[in-house]
């Protein structure tokens, strides 16, 4: 067959990004512009300016990636554009964007679930991954184990109660002072301290149900922090151990769900933390699986992902209307059981 070409288009937070990427694993052009800058003063993302700052830059890198590649809209087989989840405002400039430019071209329009462009991810950089495999998604707005059955096919195992592992990570980063975005100063910091200095919780670690909890972690790097005792590099190195420890703890029991998995995997922002990763690939070790981790500019929001996972639906046989609507919400396993506490976030 063929191989497909799909442009894909991501404005779900922060990055505006677009890429061009073919079902047969080439990313023929691809860019990525950061809103950093515009964030830092306020130490997180603001919505508004966000939205605002997508509109002004995705046609620009939709033109940049054609011009990269010698390309043009009529060479593309499908559109692929995030529906959500995300901050709703973000998430209408991109699928606004690719209704308009699959309605301009007439080419189908593939809706993808940002969380499935990370989910799928890893297959697009490693070839020989093949479902099911065990996923721990792991970002700022999501912290999930799911069983990735195949494309469209998503067996949720463990989520979150309240909040996801990528916010502790910028909350903690705002907390100490480190700047913005949070993950990358925290690690940079706890490269600095003692993981053992600070005396913190690993919530849920032991607990028979696999979701996970980090609110109360954030509140005890605040009392740490107040206290006035330990420096802002030993409380980010014990937090990143706590943190790692809590998310192997409960992949761990994950595991136990997952029999028929060939391999675990790791995606989403937090997936590029060397920490995390190299615990993971212990856990894989020691469970006789393959661990498969996207390279790190693939972990954090990209087009490349959402291009490829376009290319899987596509080629699978799934396109959408041009009245598909914007998602805030949008789990990849609809038939999950509602955790307790904050399981909305799922």
Partial sequence: MTAKLILGLESSCDETAAALVTSDRRVLAHRVLGQEAAHRPFGGVVPE??????????????????ADAGLTLGDVDAVAATAGPGLIGGVMVGLVTGKALAHAGGKPLVAVNHLEGHALSPRLSDPDL???????LVSGGHCQVLLVEGVGR??????????AAGEAF??????????????PAVERAAALGNPKAVPLPRPLKGS??????????????????DSGRYSPEDIA????????????????????????????????????NQAVRASLQNLASANALRFVAPPLWLCTDNAAMIGWAGAERYVAGFTDPLD???????????????????????
């Fill in 49 to 66: 300016i966000a939205a605002r700052a997508h509109v002004e830059a995705l046609i620009p890198l939709v033109e940049g990636v054609f």
């Fill in 130 to 136: 093949d479902f099911p495999y065990l996923l721990l």
């Fill in 154 to 163: 998503y067996r949720r195992l463990a989520t979150t109660i309240d909040d």
């Fill in 170 to 183: 910028d909350k903690t980063a705002k907390i100490l002072g480190l700047g913005f975005p949070g993950g």
């Fill in 208 to 225: 028979a149900e696999p979701h996970f909890s980090f609110a109360g972690l954030k509140s005890a790097v605040v009392r740490a922090h």
């Fill in 237 to 272: 190195a014990s937090f990143q151990a706590a943190v790692v420890e809590c998310l192997i703890d409960r992949t761990t029991r994950a595991l136990h769900r997952a029999e028929d998995a060939t391999a675990l995997v790791v995606a989403g922002g937090v997936a590029a």
């Fill in 324 to 346: 598909m609507p914007a998602r805030p919400r949008w789990p990849l396993d609809p038939s999950a059981e509602t955790v307790r506490g904050a399981g909305v976030k799922a």
